[in-house]
């Protein structure tokens, strides 16, 4: 065969049909507890001005710094492929007046995002990432309410050894003082550094805290803490957002390093971890915290907010390296419809019309073309029944019931099929909720 003229560039990727049943269920669990807490879907383009992330996210983070798709619009504009949701969707809060409306605003969002990284397993630089934003809130119950939906989410896919770390990194009050000790800290050790942390010493001492290298953070083991250096009104908020933990009996833990790598950040930061079975973290899948500063970085006035952002492939990555179960058996279809020949074929596109609008699932397999591949596809599945729609039913306006189970076959005369099939799927419901109920 000859060499493949194109494929994806590096760091992109397609995600292909049997990783959607992944994206979906991912997708379902993240909508169903963003409607459950009532926020609202928010959707902002991909394409942003440059500035909207430079002048919040800062300008000495990878991010920004050496990640960000940065180009010039024909009309001259400093452009730029989103590569966070935050930021956009403050720009959009302020642009609209948001904080009109009853506050907080809760938003969520969900998309792909733009980062131009190494390239490495499990990390891509077109990616998917969905978040929750609640802004005009400053009540530290909102930090509280964010940091459980995060865990809900991964919860309900299955995950089990998930732990949540938090910290405070303090304000605009109380964070420069704590710099300055850290960064002289870290002056007194700067030999022991690695070349980045040597070069953030200057911009961004915080981020060494971030820092992944073994000579960092042996050096970090002896750094002063942020939470021993908060302000009265930082560490009231951060005992309450404790306080809410307790309450809600979600599973934390202090991380005295916690940071977060981006500017934007105040008070409370959080990372919910997924641990192996050794203990170890297998790296953070969701993240987030509190942005108070951040509406007036992008020129709006203070306003204080809790958002937290999760990463869909590594979530997915992890589901897939586990064989956690993307589905329950009863959401998948009962019945699968088995076709032979293409007067069967052309008149079966109507048939499934009707079961549609039943809101029945039905399975088919349009391009395996013997009855007994069928069949083989229908077992695999797990169907219930099947329906046959062959040349002789197709002409004669009828349907054979096939029994999985059983074997029993039986014909139905083609307009009566919806409605029996409905019959049969309301007894077998019925019959579970029977079963339920003698077991209890
Ligand atoms: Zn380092
Ligand atoms: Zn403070």
Redesign the pocket.
């Known amino acids: 065969m000859s060499k493949i003229k194109f494929q994806t560039l590096t760091g992109m990727h397609d995600v292909l049909p049997e990783d959607q049943i992944y994206f979906k269920r991912i997708q379902k669990s993240i909508e169903g507890i963003a409607n459950y807490y009532t926020f609202q879907k928010i959707e902002t383009p991909i394409v942003e001005m440059a500035d909207v992330f430079t002048k919040s996210i800062g300008e000495e983070t990878d991010i920004v710094g050496k990640e960000m798709y940065v180009f010039k619009t024909k009309g001259g504009d400093n452009a730029c492929l989103r590569p966070e949701g935050t930021a956009p969707v403050m720009r959009s809060y302020l642009e609209h007046g948001m904080h009109n409306l009853p506050q907080p605003v809760k938003l969520w969002y969900e998309g792909p995002f733009f980062r131009y990284e190494r390239p490495q397993a499990g990390r891509y630089r077109q990616f998917h990432q969905f978040g929750f934003e609640a802004i005009g809130e400053k009540n530290p119950s909102i930090d509280g309410q964010i940091i459980q939906m995060s865990y809900d989410v991964l919860k309900e896919l299955g995950f089990k050894n998930i732990k949540i770390q938090v910290n405070s990194i303090g304000d605009s009050e109380c964070r420069p003082y704590f710099r300055k000790i850290l960064t002289s800290y870290l002056r007194s050790r700067k030999s022991s550094?690695?070349a980045?942390?040597q070069k953030r010493l200057k911009d961004n001492p915080l981020r060494?805290l971030d820092?992944k290298?073994e000579?960092?953070q042996q050096v970090k083991a002896g750094a002063p803490q942020t939470i021993d250096h908060l302000c009265e009104s930082c560490h009231s908020h951060f005992k309450q957002v404790l306080e809410f933990l307790d309450e809600l009996e979600l599973p934390y833990e202090l991380n005295p390093y916690l940071v977060r790598g981006l500017d934007y950040y105040t008070k409370t930061v959080f990372e919910i971890v997924d641990m192996s079975d050794f203990g170890q973290s297998q790296g953070t899948l969701i993240g987030g915290g509190r942005y108070d500063g951040l509406a007036r970085m992008l020129g709006g006035r203070d306003t204080p907010a809790c958002g937290a952002a999760g990463g869909i492939e590594r979530i997915m990555g992890l589901m897939k390296e586990r064989e956690m179960k993307v589905g329950s058996k009863q959401e998948e279809p009962q019945i699968f419809l088995a076709q032979l020949g293409q007067l069967a074929k052309r008149k079966s596109l109507k048939l499934f019309e009707e079961f549609r609008s039943a809101k029945i699932p039905v399975a088919e397999s349009f391009t395996k073309d013997s009855l007994k591949s069928q069949m083989r596809s229908a077992d695999k599945m797990g169907a219930k029944w099947v329906l046959i729609f062959g040349q002789k039913e197709a002409l004669e306006e009828f349907i054979t019931l096939r029994d999985m189970e059983s074997g029993e076959q039986k014909e139905i005369k083609l307009d009566k099929v919806v409605e029996e099939m409905k019959e049969k799927l309301k007894q077998l419901k019925d019959g579970k909720k029977d079963k339920k109920l003698s077991k209890s």
């Open positions: 550094l690695c980045d942390c060494i820092c290298e000579k960092c």
